[in-house]
């Protein structure tokens, strides 16, 4: 680690862009879903960082260009939607696919600054 908060995940950080540059060569929009995480149930102590440092590689996924980026981390935060502290249940999963239809219906063409 050279002091780079993203260097745990550097080499996936870079394949999305990769992959970001590759569609958009071919006419295709890559758009990165930041899923929920249970607030409530997350363990920082087991993982410190970890949320942040995930957080800002899609930032910077999306500042590369190329990338859409939705944001659903805030998303479902009530017990009622998960099975357990990582994983959400039906009604979870109903939430988060209704946000990503409504943004793909809102949001319905990939860049044109590729």
């Known amino acids: 680690d050279d002091g780079d ?3 745990p995940i550097g080499p996936e950080v870079a394949a999305i862009k990769n992959l970001a540059d590759t569609l958009a060569s071919q006419g295709k929009r890559l ?3 930041e899923l929920p995480v249970y607030e409530a149930g997350w363990d920082e102590a087991a993982s410190p960082g970890a949320l942040d440092t995930t957080h800002e ?3 910077e996924v999306e ?3 190329c990338a859409e980026r939705l944001d659903l981390r805030s998303l479902v935060q009530d017990e009622r939607y998960w099975s357990d502290p990582a994983h959400v249940n039906g009604d979870g ?5 209704t946000a990503v239809g409504e943004w ?3 949001h319905p ?6």
């Open 109 to 114: 063409d990939a860049p044109v600054d590729c």
């Open 5 to 7: 908060e993203l260097a």
């Open 31 to 33: 758009v990165v879903v």
């Open 63 to 65: 500042a590369a260009g």
């Open 57 to 59: 590689a899609m930032l």
């Open 93 to 97: 999963t109903k939430a988060i696919s």
């Open 104 to 106: 793909l219906a809102a």
